[in-house]
């Protein structure tokens, strides 16, 4: 007779890959689901959780997050059980998992310019294959671009998602060039730069926000010109907030995106303007308070930015609901998602709004519960080849979101067959590391446990 560590029971059990939605029992035993079905004995189990009335989903995949130090706890708390972060080295990742993890999963795609390379707007062909070549040893899935923040010229732009490419590594990319900016015409010459190669377009929703056009204009134009692109993957969010950078050099705010959100409500494009801003409180500080991340506007929030300064965290509410709402429903002619997932770019900054904003849509009838749990779970386990994930067949790893449709959120997260999160209070610690076998030393030189993904088979390589 099988043993279990940890038996859910009693609870809807939705799981899309697997042709499931019904009232079935989980046993999980080493971290691994290893029963689905209904009457499991609960005198086979270690502990048995009771879940009538609530509704038992694969782990919700945050598919584009930045932890920093904060933000483990933040995703936890609603239910997110393994997040991609996009930027930091690997190094700070396994620190900040040890120290401040909530015993989620993480993966991570490194920005290209976090080993200080080329400060500037060109890297040669041999740097960028250096840079590719660390990323991926010291546990990343691969690289960042940050154009929209810090662009390449389009010239070094196209060699990194080629390079990258050629060493099979991810790439993803917040669009924008020395020619372009986070924007329409740079989301459509992100699609023109990766040519045949395969490319991950970051947030696509933050691309469409009026600058050049009415924003439902933008954002079917923008979709249009991403359907069909079998070598391209991407996810939006669901926030209307973002998240940018505050700091100036010579009286003008360093990110291009912190530009742009100026540029939209009319503020000047200088350090003064960003003042503004965040004294009327169109420009809010992120700031560490008890744990997380919260905003500060007004007078406080000045004068927290200057202490700073200005080299904090800021965020605009810039998102324009009509975009987010296509982004995360348009379908291609064939029924197919234009976008493969539903992200938050947040973290550590209070925008972790994948489950409780996506479960609104299913309540107004734009998504079906499947559609949901579908772009939170199965597609971005299929996007980074996490084939273990996104689905509760046996053998899988036992992630679980368990969500109360009634109230609209998460009430109950496990990771590795660990609890992890229970009724919003955080009781899990550490993680594990999502890489490829090319990390995996770094990793556990690091003192962390691995969870080994082959990008080979993966939708980033095979859409």
């Known amino acids: 007779m099988t043993r279990f560590d940890l038996l859910l029971v009693g609870g ?39 879940l009538a009335g609530e509704t038992v989903i694969p782990g919700v995949i945050d598919s584009h997050m930045h932890a920093d130090r ?9 239910g997110v059980v393994t997040g991609v972060d996009f930027g930091e080295r690997m190094d700070i990742i396994c620190e900040n998992v040890k120290s401040r993890g909530s015993g989620m999963n993480v993966a991570t795609l490194t920005n290209i310019r976090a080993y200080d390379t080329a400060p500037g707007t060109k890297v040669d062909r041999k740097e960028i294959e250096r840079t590719v070549k660390r990323a991926v040893k010291d546990g990343a899935l ?4 940050t154009g929209g923040h810090n662009p390449f010229t389009p010239d070094t732009t196209e060699k990194i998602i080629e390079i990258a490419n050629r060493s099979r590594s991810y790439v993803a990319f917040h669009v924008g060039t020395t020619a372009t900016s986070s924007n329409l015409p740079g989301l459509k010459e992100a699609i023109e730069l990766a040519g045949d190669n395969h490319l991950h377009v970051a947030h696509v929703n933050s691309y469409l926000r009026g600058l050049t056009k009415d924003p439902v204009e933008e954002s079917l134009e923008g979709l249009s010109a991403l359907s069909g692109k079998r070598n391209i993957v ?27 959100c100026l540029r939209l409500r009319k503020y000047p494009e200088t350090q003064k303007g960003l003042e503004k801003a965040i004294l ?7 700031v560490e308070s008890g744990g997380e991340c919260i905003l500060v506007s007004g007078q406080e929030g000045v004068r927290l930015w200057k202490d700073s300064k200005t080299d904090i965290g800021i965020s605009f509410p810039v998102n324009v609901p009509a975009s987010t709402f296509l982004c995360a429903t348009r379908k291609d002619e064939s029924g197919r998602f234009i976008v493969d997932g539903i992200s938050t770019d947040g973290g550590s900054i209070p925008r972790n709004v994948s489950v409780t904003s996506g479960l609104a849509l299913v309540r107004y009838g734009a998504l079906t519960l499947e559609e949901f749990v579908r772009k939170v779970t199965v597609n971005p386990a299929k996007m980074y080849g996490m084939l273990s994930k996104g689905h509760l067949g046996e053998g899988a790893d036992a992630d ?3 969500l109360d449709l009634e109230r609209g959120e ?25 890489t490829t076998k090319a990390g995996a030393e770094s990793v556990e030189n690091a003192g962390l446990k691995t969870d080994i993904v082959d990008l080979e088979e993966s939708t980033f390589f095979h859409k």
């Open 142 to 145: 691969g690289v960042k671009i």
């Open 280 to 286: 009327e409180g169109f420009a809010m500080v992120q």
């Open 12 to 50: 809807r059990v939705v799981d899309p890959l697997n042709g499931l939605d019904e009232r079935v029992d989980l046993g999980i035993a080493e971290g691994k689901i290893k029963a689905v079905k209904s009457g499991i004995d609960p005198r086979t189990a270690d502990k048995v959780v009771e």
């Open 234 to 260: 991407s996810e939006s969010y669901l926030a209307i907030i973002n998240g940018t950078g505050g700091k100036c050099k010579k009286g003008i705010p360093d990110s291009g995106v912190t530009r742009n």
């Open 400 to 402: 679980t979101t368990v």
């Open 410 to 434: 998460a009430v109950m997260a496990i990771a590795k067959g660990k609890l992890i999160m229970i009724n919003g209070v955080v009781v899990g610690e550490g993680g594990t590391i999502v």
């Open 70 to 78: 904060v933000g483990y706890r933040m995703m936890a708390k609603v």
